[in-house]
């Protein structure tokens, strides 16, 4: 298992992040009787989009992650990489939430900051 701690803490962590976006979602859905769509509500659009973004940025990152604990599990930019990855998903779901526009663009500057670096770190374990 050692060989997959770091890329297990990764899912762990977002797939927990990702479960409070979808209740928070469906919450705002209850609170507004709202079914389908969101009806123009933006506090339901924001929760929306929060969870969309979540969802499309946490798969592949999460493949790279295990291609990384593949080729070279003892990498020390792994713990890194999924810690920095993990705290900017929040920053950026933050400042989508709370309509703090620098803290959102932080947050994604961040996050595809971390995947090119675990883009690189994947080239460089090939090479290892």
Known sequence: MQDFYWFIIFIISNSAILLAF???V???RIKY???WGDEGNKGL?????????GTEQVPIY????LSIS?????NVALPIL???FTLTRLLHAYGMLLRNPLLRQIGAAITYATQGAAILTLLVSLNA
Do not use: G, Q, Y
Not at 70 to 74: E, G, L
């Open 45 to 53: 659009m924001k929760a929306i989009r929060v969870h969309a973004n």
């Open 70 to 74: 593949f080729t070279n599990p003892d």
């Open 62 to 65: 999460a493949l790279i992650i």
């Open 33 to 35: 009787k709202i079914s």
């Open 22 to 24: 979808t209740i928070n």
């Open 26 to 28: 469906s919450r705002l």
């Open 82 to 84: 999924v810690m920095i």
